[in-house]
Every structure is written in C-alpha cells, then in structure tokens.
C-alpha cells in the first residue's frame, strides 16, 4: 500500500504541475 500511495503521490504532482492553477489529484 506504502508504495502504491508513493507512486499516487508522483503521479499527482506530475499533474498538479501540468494542470497548474487548478489542483486536481488524478
């Protein structure tokens, strides 16, 4: 579970920084 929820983690601020104003957790 850590390592999915670390992997989530990643890929979220990947996209949070893609999307940029808008937060929106994939």
């Not at 949070?16 to 808008?22: L, W």
């Amino acid at each position: 579970f850590r390592q999915k929820q670390k992997r989530l983690h990643n890929k979220s601020k990947i996209s949070e920084k893609k999307i940029g104003r808008s937060k929106v957790v994939f």
